[in-house]
């Protein structure tokens, strides 16, 4: 599986979620990730909103396999409920 994180520097929650996916990627042989700085992207909320197919307000935004799961609160929930986080 592959996930990707938006978000921007300063973000406690980026920051969480980058977290979480790096340990995901230690414990686990199906799992990737790839960390997008929207601001070096020159990404916008409404480019997100766009992928997620959904008003998106905050980062980070999570997307598996390109489906959007959300912020980091529910990636952390997807992560314990299907992933042995």
Do not use: S, W
Request: charged share 25%; net charge negative.
């Amino acid at each position: 599986m592959f996930v990707e994180i938006f978000g921007r520097p300063g973000c406690p929650y980026c920051v969480r979620a980058k977290q979480v996916a790096e340990q995901l990627t230690e414990e686990r042989d199906d799992f990737e990730f790839r960390y997008v700085d929207i601001n070096v992207a020159g990404l916008t909320k409404d480019d997100l909103a766009a992928k997620a197919g959904k008003p998106v307000t905050t980062v980070p935004q999570i997307f598996l396999d390109e489906q959007h799961i959300g912020g980091c609160t529910d990636f952390e929930a997807y992560a314990r409920a299907n992933l042995a986080l």
